[in-house]
C-alpha cells in the first residue's frame, strides 16, 4: 500500500511504503519483521488444570465430562476481562477463558458452573478477582444475603 501522491509530495515520499501493523516495529521502507511467536516454555504449565463436572453433557452426540482450565497470558486475558462489561458479565468470562461456546456453559447444571467459576478465579489477576468478588458481594446485598463471598486466592491456578 502506497501513500495517495499529491502535487506537494515528493515522488519518493509518496511510494514509500506503510508499515504492516501486524508486523514489528520500524520505519516505513525499512525491512519489516514478524512478530515472534511467544508461547509458555513449560506445557505442563500452560495446561492449566481440569475441571471435572459433576453433571456430564452430551455435546453433538459425545459426552462432555471435563473442562480445561488453561493458563492465559496477559494479551489473552485483556480481551476476556473486557467481556466482563458485556451482556454476558461474567459468564462472558468464563466462557472466554475456558474456550467454549456460551450454548454449552449456559447447558452447564448450576452446581457444575458455580464450581467452573470457583475453579477459574485462580486463574485471573488478584485484581479481576476483587472486582469479581465485589461485585458479587453488591448482588449479595441487593438480593438481601449477607454472607460473605469468597475472598480473592492467593494460588496462581493450582
Do not use: C
Amino acid at each position: 500500500m502506497t501513500k495517495a501522491t499529491d502535487k506537494n509530495t515528493p515522488q519518493s515520499e509518496a511510494t514509500q511504503p506503510l508499515p504492516d501493523p501486524k508486523m514489528g516495529s520500524g520505519s516505513a521502507g525499512a525491512a519489516q519483521t514478524p512478530a515472534p511467536v511467544v508461547a509458555f516454555a513449560d506445557p505442563e504449565f500452560a495446561a492449566g488444570k481440569v475441571y471435572e463436572l459433576q453433571h456430564p453433557l452430551t455435546v453433538n452426540g459425545e459426552t462432555l465430562s471435563e473442562i480445561t482450565i488453561p493458563r492465559r497470558s496477559i494479551g489473552e486475558l485483556v480481551p476476556m476481562v473486557d467481556a466482563l462489561s458485556g451482556d454476558r458479565g461474567l459468564r462472558g468470562l468464563v466462557t472466554a477463558f475456558v474456550g467454549l461456546h456460551p450454548t454449552i456453559i449456559d447447558g452447564l447444571y448450576w452446581e457444575d458452573y458455580t464450581g467452573l467459576e470457583e475453579a477459574v478465579m485462580p486463574f485471573l489477576p488478584r485484581s479481576v478477582q476483587e472486582a469479581i468478588l465485589e461485585y458479587k458481594k453488591r448482588l449479595a446485598s441487593l438480593a438481601g444475603d449477607n454472607s460473605p463471598p469468597n475472598s480473592p486466592t492467593d494460588t496462581d491456578g493450582d
